[in-house]
């Protein structure tokens, strides 16, 4: 969908953290392959994110690089800044994926565990908003996407911080979306079922994965491709806000 701003089209822009790899690539890689510029956050592996710059610079975008530890809010407010610098004003897409969990049961955790699944899971997330939601409120048009989890509805035995975390996201969602709203911005949460990345699969174990699946109702493995698809359908849906939309194989039913 273009915007128009002020009788200009408005240039392409998108950011998205936790892109070095996983779901965030696929969502990266997708939006360069459409046109957007984007900016790849860098958080452990730079060549990684060297690696998907590249990738999206295939497609004739601009591409960046920057650090950023979405836990600190200084980072945060950096990458913000690098992205104006960089981008300019006209941010549209802002895809909230950084993620990671501490398997654990919550009563035998030690707290820094915890501390962590949360700080990144959620608070990194409320960061986000905080920087990016006035850029886009100032564009007043754009879309706020959070990739959440069903371990925010479904809580997994062992995974007490990450369900935490992710049911958190599904208030960010909700007050954020009522925030942006009147200036045309939509905000909605994707809450993956298993998605099958390098990190899940590693998460998970192939025992956990085959009873994952037996709780679908369909009979897939789920793949990035299906994130993609459900970013570029918010993307393409102006009437859609608040709202967490599951792409779980029909595992859980809301
Ligand atoms: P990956 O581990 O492959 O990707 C997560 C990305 O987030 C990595 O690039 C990682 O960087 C980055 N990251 C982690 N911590 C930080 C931080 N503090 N600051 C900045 N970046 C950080 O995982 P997935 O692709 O599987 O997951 C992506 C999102 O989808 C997450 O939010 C996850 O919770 C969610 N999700 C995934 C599911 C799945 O089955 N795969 C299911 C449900 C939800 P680095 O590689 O350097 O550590």
Known sequence: MEIVKGGREMS????????????????????????YDVLVNWFENEQDGADVVRECQQYGVKALLHYCDVRE???????????????????????????????GKLIEQDPADYMTVVNTDLIGAMHCAHEFGPVLKDNKAGWFIIIGSCSGIRSTLG?????VAKAGIMGLTRGLAQELGPYGVTVNNIAPGYINTARSAAFCG??????????QVLDLIGIEEYIVTAMNYLLANPFVSGQTLMVNGGSLMF
Not at 206 to 215: F, L, R, S, V
């Open 12 to 35: 392409k822009y998108a950011v998205v953290t936790g892109n070095e790899r996983g779901i965030g690539k696929a969502l990266t890689v997708d939006l360069a392959r459409q046109g």
């Open 73 to 103: 809010f200084d980072q945060v407010r950096k990458m913000k800044e690098f992205a104006l610098e960089n981008f300019g004003p006209d941010l549209q897409v802002f895809v909230n994926n950084a993620g990671m969990s501490i398997a």
């Open 159 to 163: 995974n007490c911080a990450y369900g």
């Open 206 to 215: 192939p025992e956990m994965i085959a009873g994952i699946k037996k709780t």
